[in-house]
């Protein structure tokens, strides 16, 4: 008993949080790196300002469209049992966000929409049910990514593999969830939890359209199957691998391990990849900021 809770103290040290997720970013830069050493930095032969222009502002406009789709799935999902204002869930969502650049496995987001509620075991169930349909939402789309991966790899075994154990195992941790949080979901209405899953699948159409904007743009030879799959992909890796949420390569790198095959220039990839990350997520950070002193100190 002694020696399991010492490997669980061990675990949640945040010195050896910090260090793995220092480790793997540099893992990721340094085949970034290995892969652009011979090319050289030009963007000028793909560059269309006009397009380009467009479909930035298009991005960015949408980008406040989804944090307003997460605020007000969150409001609608808090209103169950303790009801709060628009403001307070955008307070929550961006202050969490940005909490997140500084505490680990993005549990910032989590202290902050728990926080903030009087029964935080409510909010918990809450947060808990917010994230477990996005989570779903990603891993059926990124395992249309992962088909694709598979057959230009020729990792068809293993897909099989994962669809195989994979599900059954979703399966368990989410019954899991059920049992552990039972209160919250027997007085979840059918059609509340309608409203949170639609507007978790428009919240996710509306992040993966932004995404193929971008694309769209330094990829034109590319089929559209192509870049959603690419798209299912590298959302995949973000939410496989939270730990290195904000942290500079893991995208990247999953971009270009999906998109090598059919680019020769590699910038084609890091570009989009990088765009996408600073305006869904930098940007919305830097307002979480100014939310973080308006949370209440009480909580």
Same mark, same amino acid.
């Given at each position: 008993?002694?020696?399991?809770?010492?490997?669980?103290?061990?675990?949640?040290?945040?010195?050896?949080?910090?260090?793995?997720?220092?480790?793997?970013?540099?893992?990721?830069?340094?085949?970034?790196?290995?892969?652009?050493?011979?090319?050289?930095?030009?963007?000028?032969?793909?560059?269309?300002? *006009?397009?380009?222009?467009?479909?930035?502002?298009?991005?960015?406009?949408?980008?406040?469209? *989804?944090?307003?789709?997460?605020?007000?799935?969150?409001?609608?999902?808090?209103?169950?049992?303790?009801?709060?204002?628009?403001?307070?869930?955008?307070?929550?969502?961006?202050?969490?966000?940005?909490?997140?650049?500084?505490?680990?496995?993005?549990?910032?987001?989590?202290?902050?929409?728990?926080?903030?509620?009087?029964?935080?075991?409510?909010?918990?169930?809450?947060?808990?049910? *917010?994230?477990?349909?996005?989570?779903?939402?990603?891993?059926?789309?990124?395992?249309?990514?992962?088909?694709?991966?598979?057959?230009?790899?020729?990792?068809?075994?293993?897909?099989?593999?994962?669809?195989?154990?994979?599900?059954?195992?979703?399966?368990i941790l989410f019954r899991k969830s059920i049992n552990r949080f039972s209160t919250y979901f027997q007085e979840l209405a059918k059609s509340l939890l309608i409203k949170v899953v639609a507007l978790s699948l428009l919240r996710y159409g509306v992040f993966v359209f932004q995404f193929y904007l971008l694309l769209v743009i330094f990829l034109p030879s590319l089929s559209a199957n192509l870049l959603i799959a690419g798209i299912g992909w590298v959302f995949l890796i973000r939410s496989a691998l939270p730990l290195f949420f904000g942290g500079i390569g893991v995208r990247e790198a999953s971009g270009i391990l999906f998109f090598k095959p059919h680019v020769d220039n590699l910038q084609l990839i890091i570009v989009p990849v990088f765009l996408i990350w600073v305006i869904n997520t930098v940007i919305p950070s830097l307002v979480g900021l100014f939310f973080i002193w308006k949370m209440k100190s009480s909580k």
């Open positions: 008993m002694q020696i399991k809770n010492n490997h669980s103290n061990y675990l949640q040290n945040p010195w050896f949080t910090w260090t793995f997720k220092v480790l793997i970013t540099l893992g990721c830069l340094y085949f970034l790196i290995s892969k652009l050493r011979d090319q050289p930095i030009s963007l000028d032969h793909f560059f269309v300002p *006009n397009r380009f222009v467009l479909n930035l502002t298009i991005v960015i406009a949408l980008m406040i469209v *989804n944090w307003y789709l997460e605020a007000l799935r969150w409001k609608i999902s808090v209103d169950l049992f303790e009801e709060i204002s628009m403001n307070d869930a955008w307070r929550a969502v961006l202050g969490g966000l940005a909490l997140n650049w500084v505490l680990p496995l993005t549990s910032g987001d989590l202290l902050a929409r728990i926080s903030q509620q009087k029964d935080k075991y409510q909010a918990t169930s809450a947060a808990i049910l *917010n994230r477990g349909i996005m989570l779903v939402l990603t891993l059926c789309f990124g395992l249309y990514g992962i088909s694709f991966l598979a057959i230009q790899y020729d990792f068809n075994g293993w897909f099989l593999l994962v669809i195989l154990f994979g599900i059954p195992l979703l399966r």
